[in-house]
């Protein structure tokens, strides 16, 4: 994979970001497939798009954010409400983040997060523009990364190291589960505690060492009175999805 953009397809455009969108988005058309099924993708024509890229087999839709900056813990994105709103509707997208090198217009890093793990709790709202600016009003977002799990974010290039297509089939496949959870509370109780299991750093765990995670989890969800419950409730179900597997009393293990 040859990861430069194609730095002429900017030469017509003035604005930074048009030059990026210019050559990003050819570059990811020509290098990028679907991770949900492997086909092709095709870039959506500008004037007619609700994102930028279609499967041109199973219909996935993506929307891509590119920047010389390393993505994070937050991420600045689109209008508050807008993005609310889509992330709410029957067509949102997958989102792909693509980090270039600036200067020399190389991909450092490209991933995937599947749009069953965008809930509202993962959006920001930044505060409003005043009332003397240009848009006075305007409600801007930002995109909460140490929410989302790092089994959703899905590699297909990390520090200019390519991840083999076989291994991104399969980690999009394993947390495929999560597309069935329509009610944002349900699938928030999920994924932090995906996020408690991934952040002690090691495939097996006791159930003891996520009950250290109750006064955080109480913070999180301050509606639950039965914090202990709600996470073997959550453990049943990561293991009857085969994120997890049972070994023995108290004992799990990361699939």
């Given at each position: 994979m040859n990861l430069n953009f194609q730095t002429s397809l900017a030469n017509s455009y003035t604005n930074n970001s048009q030059k990026i969108r210019?050559?990003?988005?050819?570059?990811?058309?020509?290098?990028?497939?679907?991770?949900?099924?492997?086909?092709?993708?095709?870039?959506?024509?500008?004037?007619?798009?609700?994102?930028?890229?279609?499967?041109?087999?199973?219909?996935?839709?993506?929307?891509?954010?590119?920047?010389?900056?390393?993505?994070?813990?937050?991420?600045?994105?689109?209008?508050?409400?807008?993005?609310?709103?889509?992330?709410?509707?029957?067509d949102k997208p997958n989102f792909?983040?693509?980090?270039?090198?600036?200067?020399?217009?190389?991909?450092n890093d490209f991933f995937v997060v599947p749009k069953y793990f965008f809930t509202s709790e993962i959006i920001e709202r930044r505060k409003p523009l005043s009332i003397t600016a240009k848009r006075a009003g305007w409600t801007g977002s930002n995109i909460l990364f140490s929410k989302i799990p790092n089994s959703g974010k899905i590699y297909y290039i990390e520090d200019w190291k390519e991840i083999s297509k076989k291994e991104i089939l399969e980690k999009w496949q394993k947390t495929a589960f999560l597309k069935d959870i329509k009610k944002d509370n349900l699938k928030g109780w999920i994924l932090d505690i995906m996020n408690c299991i991934e952040s002690l750093n090691k495939n097996d765990f006791s159930l003891n060492e996520i009950y250290a995670f109750e006064k955080d989890l109480e913070i999180l969800h301050p509606e639950n009175k039965n914090i202990k419950p709600k996470i073997r409730q959550q453990l049943q179900f990561l293991r009857d999805k085969w994120y997890l597997e049972f070994l023995e009393k108290g004992k799990y293990k990361v699939l």
């Open positions: 210019a050559m990003s988005e050819p570059w990811t058309e020509q290098n990028i497939f679907c991770p949900n099924c492997g086909s092709k993708l095709s870039e959506l024509e500008n004037n007619k798009k609700v994102s930028d890229f279609l499967c041109d087999n199973c219909l996935e839709n993506y929307e891509q954010k590119a920047s010389k900056n390393k993505f994070k813990n937050k991420v600045i994105s689109s209008e508050y409400y807008s993005l609310i709103y889509r992330l709410k509707s029957v792909f983040f693509l980090h270039y090198l600036d200067g020399i217009f190389s991909v």
